[in-house]
Structure formats: C-alpha cells, structure tokens
C-alpha cells in the first residue's frame, strides 16, 4: 500500500469516527452495509456534517469559510488548486468517492447554497419558500445516497425528494426553539398568522394552545410527504432498503415523540431513546423479510 492509500485509509477512518459520534441512527443501520458502500457514506456524511458546523457554529465571517469549503469542492473535483493548508479528511475521501462512483458535483454545492441562505435568510413567509429551501439542504443527500447503491433512475428522485423533505421538516419542528436561539424561524409566517402564533410565542418555556395547533398541522403535512416517499422502500433492494425503511421510522417516530407531547416543543426537545432506536432497526429488518416473503 503506498502513501497515498495510506493517507485516503486514514480520512475514511476519521469520516467514520465523525459519523459514529454525531449521529446515533447511522451506527446501528450502517452495521448491515458492505464496507465499501458504508465508507462511501461515512465520506458524504463528514462533508454535510462539515457544510453545516460551518454554516451554523463557525465563529468569524461564515460566508467566507463556506466559500473556503466551496473551493476544496471544486478542487476535488477537477485540477484547480486547493486552497493552502490542511485538507480537510472528508474532501480527501470523498475524492476517492467521486473517482470510484463518479459522482456529480451539484447536489455537493447545493448543500453549500444551504449553508449559504442560512447566513442571510432567517424567515420564510409561506410552506413553498420552506419546501424550496428543502431543495438545497435535504433533497440533494436523498439523490446522493441513491447513487452511492447504484441507482441512478431519475424516476426515484421525487420519492427521494419527499423522503429527505420529510426528514428535513421533522427536525425543523423539532428544533423549533433551537432555531428560534439563532434567530431562524422556519414555521412559514402564513402558517403562524393562521394559527395566531406570534415570533415572541417562540421564545417562551411551553408552547401556548396556538403554537400546540401549528404543530400538529405541520405534522400532518410531513406525514403526507412521508406516505409519499414510502414506495421507494421497495423499489430499492437488499440491505439498502433495511436503510431506507429506517429513516422513514425514525422520521416518524419523531412525529409520535412530539404528538404525545401534545405538541409542546419547547418546553423539551423531543428525542427518541437508544431502546426505541433498537425498536425500529428491528421492525425495519422484519419489514424487509416480509417483503421478500
């Protein structure tokens, strides 16, 4: 093995050891996947997960570290030069990911445009701005993922899209008050008007009765896009579909979470436990040995 293997070993390592530490759910799906496969997720994970630290945590001029971010993008993806320093492990195995795969650049710069609005649009005045929105931040993983297991049929991208667009959506109301502490209100001002739900109720210990009837008509809504996406469970194979029919669960189970809080998402965030995590990666293996039954 030379260096250079040595080296792209090495980032896939620490693209996993990121993976395993922020994102609980992936851990126990990803044990079923084969290697290959699981560190070409690993790689795109570490890139979201960096995309959004520096969208959301970075201290000093975001802007201009996104575009930073941008620019080792469009170094690894074609012969321009990287920018001076350290290359960031995720960009060095997800080079190798583009060479194996070859995968397309836009869905990566999309989750940068993201990052981007995040930085200079903090309100959103109807559900089709927030579904747009959803375009750049969740929408191009879905499509991503897919081509990571080898399909690339256009004809699956909107149950993708409806899919990723759920999820988004779920952790948006599930971080209604954690949004509200950055200054990010993503509850469309039609919606909030509607249901009499001023920016102030936000803010406050418990959600008020309004913000409570908000709440659960955004649920109805995600569920919809929810019951949308679900045929691609079965238009998928193997263990990817174990994957996929977990995502959908875990979405909704968060949706139940926040349901039998009455919908009060402020006085705690809703979270699933690590036996109800267990719970669903069962119920997502029995689904798929139903199906092949």
Do not use: K
């Amino acid at each position: 093995m030379t260096a250079r293997d040595d080296r792209i070993e090495e980032a896939y390592a620490a693209c996993e050891e990121l993976t395993r530490r922020h994102y609980e759910n992936f851990s126990i799906a990803s044990v079923l996947l084969p290697g290959d496969v699981r560190r070409h997720m690993y790689a795109l994970y570490a890139y979201a997960r960096g995309v959004d630290d520096l969208g959301d945590e970075a201290p000093g001029d975001r802007l201009l570290r996104l575009g930073w971010w941008e620019q080792h993008l469009m170094a690894t993806w074609s012969r321009c030069r990287p920018p001076e320093g350290e290359r960031p492990a995720a960009f060095v195995a997800l080079g190798q990911t583009r060479r194996e795969l070859d995968l397309p650049i836009e869905p990566f710069r999309r989750l940068i445009e993201a990052n981007r609005r995040d930085q200079w649009v903090n309100r959103y005045s109807t559900f089709d701005q927030v579904l747009e929105y959803c375009t750049f931040s969740a929408d191009p993983v879905g499509r991503l993922v897919l081509m990571i297991f080898g399909y690339r049929e256009t004809d699956l991208w909107p149950l993708s899209d409806a899919t990723c667009t759920a999820l988004q959506l779920t952790n948006f109301w599930q971080d209604v008050a954690r949004d509200y502490a950055m200054d990010r209100i993503y509850l469309p001002a039609e919606d909030r008007e509607r249901f009499g739900v001023s920016e102030d109720d936000l803010g406050r210990c418990e959600a008020t009765p309004e913000l409570r009837r908000l709440i659960a008509f955004e649920i109805g809504r995600t569920r919809e896009l929810f019951d949308r996406g679900r045929p691609l469970i079965d238009r998928v194979a193997g263990r990817f579909r174990i994957d996929l029919d977990l995502f959908t669960r875990g979405g909704e189970a968060i949706l139940d979470a926040i349901e039998a809080r009455d919908c009060d998402i402020l006085a705690e965030r809703p979270v699933l436990s690590r036996g109800r995590r267990v719970i669903l990666f069962a119920a997502a293996v029995a689904g798929r040995f139903r199906r092949r039954s």
